[in-house]
């Protein structure tokens, strides 16, 4: 049976300060494979495919026309949900993807992207 490094310098008389640069090495290792396995979040842009469940979330990200201001700004799915008011059947179709752009008395809004 094998010993590992820390137990073999624990019985080589290793000093304390070796041991605990060991274990940060480790830890510094491990943290670095955790770096490098990170999934790169996916861009949907026809809201076809986005879940239902996100098109109305802070993953979403929508294109807000004011037409009094004539300014363009971008707003996240909950703020286009909530802040606007959006009608039920509007909601609906947008929720099965029939439908990526509505208008309101005040604004355009149009679906821009999902990223998540």
Known sequence: MKNSNAEER???NA???DLI???IEK???EDMKKSKNKTIPKIYTNIKNVPP???FSKYAIFKYFNRHTKCETYVNGVQADGI???QNSIR???LKGELNAFTTDDAYVKFEKAVF
């Open 10 to 12: 624990l019985l080589n």
């Open 15 to 17: 000093s304390l300060e």
């Open 21 to 23: 640069k060991m274990k």
């Open 27 to 29: 830890e510094f290792m």
């Open 53 to 55: 469940d996100k098109i």
């Open 84 to 86: 606007l008011g959006i």
């Open 92 to 94: 609906e179709k947008m």
